[in-house]
C-alpha cells in the first residue's frame, strides 16, 4: 500500500550557514560598525543582540536574505517582539519544526474532506498518510500545496 509522510523540518546546517553569513556582513557593513551588533543561534533559537530597534530590523532583513538564499524556509521563523533595555535590544526567532498537534488535526481534516480513498493519521510530529493508488497521494499532496497553511511542509517517505 502506497504511503508518505508529511513533515516539517528546517535543515539546521543551513541555518547555522545562514547565521554565520548574516554575522560577517553585520561586521563588515559601515552603519554597523562599533556597535556590538551580532547573532547567536542556540538549538532552534537565533538571538539578535543589537543597539536599537531599527538595526534589529535591519538584522531581521539580513537573516531572512541570507536564509533564503540558503534553501531555508522563512515562514517557520517565528518572530517575537523586541526588547528594549538601556543600551542595549534584543530579539529572538525561533525555528519552528514539527507539525503541532492542531496543524495535524486540520490536516486530517482537509484530506478526509477531500472525499479520496486514502487514510491520514497523527504519528508525532508528522502525519502519515497512505492509500491504494498512487494517484490518489499524489492529488493529496497537491490539496496540501494549495492549502494556505502557515508553515512549510515537506513529503518524505514515498513508498509504493
Known amino acids: ?9 528546517v ?5 547555522a550557514n545562514g547565521v554565520d553569513q548574516a554575522n560577517r556582513e553585520v561586521g563588515n ?6 556597535t556590538n551588533a551580532k547573532y547567536e543561534q542556540k538549538e532552534n533559537l537565533v538571538t539578535l543582540h543589537a543597539q536599537s530597534e531599527f538595526q534589529l530590523k535591519q538584522m531581521l532583513e539580513i537573516l531572512h536574505l ?6 531555508v524556509d522563512i515562514a517557520c521563523l517565528e518572530i ?13 526567532v525561533t525555528l519552528r ?8 488535526k486540520k490536516v486530517v481534516k482537509m484530506i478526509k474532506d477531500a ?10 510530529e508528522q502525519v502519515r498518510v497512505s492509500g491504494k493508488k498512487r494517484d490518489d497521494l499524489q492529488q493529496v499532496i497537491a490539496l496540501l500545496k494549495d492549502a494556505k497553511l502557515d508553515l512549510p511542509l515537506q513529503y518524505i517517505n514515498f513508498r509504493d
Request: glycine share 8%; proline share 4%.
Open 1 to 9: 500500500m502506497p504511503s508518505f509522510d508529511v513533515v516539517s523540518e
Open 11 to 15: 535543515d539546521m546546517h543551513e541555518v
Open 29 to 34: 557593513r559601515f552603519d554597523f560598525k562599533g
Open 66 to 71: 541570507k536564509l533564503t538564499k540558503r534553501g
Open 80 to 92: 517575537s517582539e523586541a526588547e528594549i533595555s538601556g543600551k542595549e535590544a534584543r530579539q529572538t
Open 97 to 104: 519544526q514539527g507539525i503541532d498537534a492542531p496543524l495535524a
Open 115 to 124: 472525499k479520496l480513498k486514502i487514510q491520514a493519521s497523527v504519528q508525532g
